[in-house]
């Protein structure tokens, strides 16, 4: 079992910043590939970014490639999303989630544990 704990939501203007943590305790952090999702009002949830569990290897969105990272701390058990140039339409409840498979996983029936999620709000 996985435990996945988000923090770091908020409100922002258009055009800011908001870094998302991820703290997760229980079975090895290490052995899970961390990936960010989100789920705006009456949508699906979808991908945002995935993170090998080694750290070398991420995979992003084409709508937020070069605007959002992912990065993880083994050591800290914390996975992060860095979020520059937000815009309204990516208001959304952001979730992080844990995956055990060998490769990088952009489905959501593909993860095996997430988190209680955060509100992330952008005001235009």
């Known amino acids: 079992q996985v435990q996945l704990v988000e923090s770091g939501g908020g409100l922002v203007q258009a055009g800011g910043s908001l870094r998302l943590s991820c703290a997760a305790s229980?079975?090895?952090?290490?052995?899970?590939?961390m990936g960010w999702f989100r789920q705006a009002p009456g949508k699906e949830r979808e991908f945002v970014a995935v993170?090998?569990?080694?750290?070398?290897?991420?995979y992003y969105a084409d709508s937020v490639k070069g605007r959002f990272t992912i990065s993880r701390d083994n050591a800290k058990n914390t996975a992060y999303l860095q979020m520059n140039s937000l815009k309204p339409e990516e208001t959304a409840v952001y979730y992080c989630a844990a995956d055990s498979s060998p490769g990088l996983v952009r489905i959501v029936r593909g993860y095996d544990y997430w988190g209680q999620g955060a509100q992330v709000t952008v005001s235009s």
């Open positions: 993170i090998h569990r080694s750290g070398v290897t991420t």
């Open positions: 229980g079975r090895a952090f290490s052995t899970y590939n």
